[in-house]
């Protein structure tokens, strides 16, 4: 993680504060109902699938595979560090019920294919004068086994 955020600066918009508290620590954590197991995201109050209002936020790996993609030529009032272009990422992550996150690509991603694996790291951005956690997403190192079945989105 390059800097961290001060924790008690940031906050959720309700249920999500703890994700974000987590990421401003440098950890990635999502919510898990407490009868059913169902992982959530987006955070929610209440389960869906059981019911249950009672959750527990569970520690997760900054690991998983790249669901989607889009590579970014335009600024569109993105973070800085991001430079231009960059490619944002819907990545699944591991063990985590088909959970998704979204993310940046750090570094070359020319050959990026939706099936490739990838490791996270927290970053802070700057946006509009305020520090936040970003998601910043590394391609493994491995030869990828996915096929390139789509050339994602230019935007």
């Known amino acids: ?5 001060q924790e008690n600066r940031v906050k ?4 999500d504060e703890a994700y974000w508290q987590a990421l401003s620590a440098g950890e990635l954590k999502l919510p898990e109902c407490s009868a059913c197991g169902k ?4 955070a929610v109050w209440r389960c869906g699938e059981c019911g249950s209002w009672e959750h527990e936020w569970k520690p997760f790996k900054f690991s998983g595979t790249i669901f989607s993609w889009a590579r970014t030529w335009h600024e569109f009032g993105a973070a800085k560090e991001f430079g231009l272009p960059y490619v944002s990422v819907v990545v699944e992550i591991d063990n985590a019920n088909g ?3 979204l993310g940046t690509i750090a570094g070359n991603a020319e050959n ?4 490739d694996r990838v490791r996270g790291e927290v970053i802070s951005v700057n946006i509009e ?10 391609l493994d190192d491995k030869p990828s086994t996915a096929t390139k079945f789509n050339s994602g989105a230019t935007l």
């Open 1 to 5: 993680m390059n800097t961290r955020c």
């Open 12 to 15: 959720g918009i309700g249920a």
């Open 99 to 101: 959970r998704r996150l």
């Open 39 to 42: 992982t959530h995201w987006p």
């Open 129 to 138: 004068d305020e520090v936040i956690p970003a998601l910043r997403w590394h």
């Open 112 to 115: 990026i294919r939706i099936g």
